[in-house]
């Protein structure tokens, strides 16, 4: 999908789209049915811009864009942008998510603060509630709930008209992963080091945790299914698991294609996701990979 290798990339809810942004700064949205660039754009004009997340919304409509210091929200049915808006304090955008229709935008930045905004009607809420660098946000699929992680060993579930938190998932390591389920059943939320759970998104009571003998893994990407059965995580490993929602067992890993040339070669798992019940994978490398 890219001969220079991602930096970022995304797969919608249905496995029909991705987004795919290049170390060289071209940022494709990809058809996946007919394997072929639906869109092209450019982050900030000119030159090589460096966009380090992307995302689709829920029902695919919209998509947003980022690189360290603004965000462009896109219309996927013709390509073109919808607005684009640069952060205004000194500090960096650390992850994005929207809601559908583009209704809600979550930044998440390195000075703690997640900004929840709405494009069309102008709101907007700063949610203080971490005391370090936020890592990663999730935004549900009607943008009233927001899921945030970050330094300070917390993953905070809150609402996103009042700022009040519903929920706090505990961590013993910086938080570098959260998920929420598009259905509002489960969130996931892991650190870097040992610690990955599956939480019941009303009640904030721990499902399940993942289960694996490795000391270590750090989670790229994460993906729910439909049916809510089972979750799919990418790792800088080469590594994509399937688990088993419900008990934390891993059911199935493979190993993704990492790029040609000297030995070790390496792959980031950046983006996963499920056409219908397959299992896709988007890694650094530039490859596009369906599994059985």
């Keep these: 999908m890219s001969e220079s290798g991602v930096y970022d ?8 789209l991705a987004i795919v942004t290049a170390v060289d700064g071209a940022i494709n949205v990809w058809d996946l049915q007919t394997n072929q660039i639906r869109y092209t754009w450019q982050h900030q004009g000119e030159g090589t811009n460096l966009v380090d997340a992307v995302r689709f919304s829920p029902d695919s409509s919209v998509a947003v864009t980022s690189d360290s210091e603004a965000f462009a929200l896109w219309n996927m049915e013709n390509g073109e942008p ?16 929207v809601a559908n229709n583009g209704d809600a935008i979550l930044v998440g930045r390195a000075n703690g603060h997640v900004l929840f905004f709405e494009p069309y009607s102008g709101r907007r809420l700063e949610f203080l509630g971490h005391e370090e660098k936020v890592n990663t946000v ?23 008209q009042t700022g009040q ?4 998932f505990a961590h013993p390591h910086r938080v570098s992963m959260v998920l929420m389920d598009q259905q509002a059943r489960f969130v996931f939320t892991a650190d870097s080091q040992d610690n990955a759970q599956i939480w019941d998104a009303q009640t904030g009571k721990a499902i399940s945790q993942l289960r694996f003998i490795e000391r270590q893994i750090i989670f790229t990407s994460a993906r729910f299914s439909k049916d809510g059965k089972w979750l799919l995580t990418g790792s800088p490993s080469k590594r994509m698991r399937l688990w088993d929602v419900a008990s934390g067992e891993e059911i199935k890993q493979w190993r993704v294609k990492a790029n040609s ?23 650094s490398s530039g490859y596009l990979a369906y599994w059985e």
């Excluded at 549900?140 to 899921?147: P, Q």
């Excluded at 938190?165 to 706090?168: E, L, P």
């Design 9 to 16: 990339a995304h797969i919608n809810e249905e496995g029909s």
């Design 82 to 97: 919808i607005g684009f808006w640069r952060i205004d304090e000194d500090t960096t955008v650390r992850d994005i998510a």
């Design 138 to 160: 999730d935004l549900s699929a009607n943008g009233r709930y927001a899921i945030t992680g970050g330094n300070d060993y917390r993953a905070y579930l809150w609402d996103t």
């Design 165 to 168: 938190i519903i929920h706090v």
């Design 261 to 283: 040339g000297p030995a070790p070669q390496s792959a980031v798992v950046y983006a996963v996701g499920f056409r219908q019940n397959t299992p896709m994978s988007i890694a």
